[in-house]
């Protein structure tokens, strides 16, 4: 990963291999103190550290005494098909080596299972192991001696930005972790700053919410609402984006974080997360 921004900035951005995988971002602008904050960067579905090349840089220009930045890549590229819980356990052994170092999808069409091997069957909600739930239904609450919905709870803020159109991965509902019926009518976004983000919520823990009848009663619709309803038992800030002006539209799953240099409408994104994110 090399440095970003105008030469002023680059010269601040420092990137290196990680001795436990990845790569760490961070600035050599820093104060006589080190960060106290380290942030774990982890792309998508045959993604890899470069996909969060702008995002890092930007974190480490902007909030120099404040963030390193960790993109895993123990999950790289064919890696991601190994499956939910693989990949889990190799980011869970990835980033405890991080301390002391020098410097800290849902696809459209259920045909394309044996593309996605393992990680397909987790996503569609088909794997079956040792007759238990689908994992991800699982990973809506303590399961045994797994503490899924607890370690989400642990954490003092959750944050979800999702694609509202134009986004043919992931679905505006499921990246919003909302009901079609609860989706918000967006207005065009009237913000110079954030050109790109149209609606904002704030969506508080509901414990004592059941299940909602599907209207098709199939079985892949009722696994989805039991995922909903257990998600919503913790609280959620939500921030929808639209890139349905852009004309690179299409590819909306890739500009929300800025994957690629030259497709960079999603800039404003980047600079919303970093002007909230709370140290």
């Not at 819980?85 to 410097?103: I, K, N, T, W, Y």
Request: charged residues 25%; aromatic residues 8%; hydrophobic residues 40%.
């Amino acid at each position: 990963m090399g440095s970003g921004g105008e030469d002023g900035d680059a010269a601040a951005v420092r990137a290196e291999e990680s001795g436990s995988g990845g790569v760490d971002v961070w600035s050599d602008a820093v104060s006589s103190h080190e960060p106290d904050h380290l942030l774990v960067m982890v792309h998508g579905i045959l993604g890899s550290t470069a996909d969060w090349q702008y995002g890092a840089n930007e974190f480490v220009k902007q909030l120099p005494d404040d963030v390193i930045v960790h993109c895993s890549e123990k999950n790289a590229s064919m890696l991601t098909l190994d499956g939910v819980d693989v990949m889990g356990e190799r980011l869970a052994d990835e980033v405890p080596l991080l301390f002391g170092s020098v410097a800290m999808e849902k696809v459209a069409c259920r045909v394309v299972h044996w593309i996605f091997r393992r990680t397909g069957k987790h996503l569609f909600l088909t794997d079956d192991d040792e007759g238990q739930p689908p994992l991800l239904q699982r990973m809506v609450e303590d399961h045994g001696d797994l503490y899924f919905i607890s370690a989400l709870r642990a954490f003092k803020r959750r944050v979800v930005y999702a694609n509202a159109d134009c986004d043919h991965i992931v679905g505006w509902r499921t990246s919003s972790i909302r009901r079609n019926t609860e989706l918000p009518e967006l207005a065009v976004s009237s913000s110079e700053k954030y050109p790109h983000i149209v609606h904002e919520e704030y969506s508080e823990e509901i414990d004592d919410e059941k299940c909602q009848d599907s209207m098709t009663g199939c079985d892949l619709d009722i696994l989805e609402e039991k995922m909903v309803t257990g998600l919503r038992r913790v609280s959620w800030e939500k921030v929808d984006v639209s890139f349905q002006s852009s004309i690179t539209s299409f590819a909306a799953h890739s500009i929300i974080q800025v994957k690629y240099s030259f497709m960079n409408e999603g800039a404003d994104v980047i600079q919303h997360i970093i002007d909230h994110f709370q140290l």
